[in-house]
């Protein structure tokens, strides 16, 4: 079975920049973050499809933020972010499509606090 590996969470001023990694032990899909914020059920955030470069973000405000890139040799996908408010503050889950359009595959996650 495919495995994620995230690393790259941690403390950030508002205003700053963090970048996210997942390292896939396989090819997939599609890959791609989501979220859980505190008290807030876990959301989608951003993804990008395997094949193609596509990428498909939840809200059109996160794209002068938020931006995933992926490097297929690696099977491993990086998510920056830029310009970090307090509301980002979540732990952010890395997933995979590894068949079909399901997200079946997710890591462990990684924390994420940004201060004001």
């Known amino acids: 079975q495919v495995q994620l590996v995230e690393s790259g969470g941690g403390l950030v001023q508002a205003g700053g920049s963090l970048t996210l990694s997942c390292a896939a032990s396989e090819g997939t899909i599609t890959m791609g973050w989501f979220r859980r914020a505190p008290g807030k059920a876990r959301e989608f955030v951003i993804s990008?499809?395997?094949?193609?470069?596509?990428?498909?973000y939840s809200r059109d405000s996160d794209k002068g933020r938020f931006t995933i890139s992926r490097d297929n040799a690696k099977n491993t996908v990086y998510l920056r972010m830029s310009g970090l408010k307090p509301e980002d503050t979540a732990v952010y889950y890395c997933a995979a499509v590894v068949r079909g359009s399901t997200w079946s595959i997710w890591g462990q996650g990684t924390q994420v606090t940004v201060s004001t």
């Open positions: 990008i499809n395997s094949r193609t470069g596509g990428t498909t």
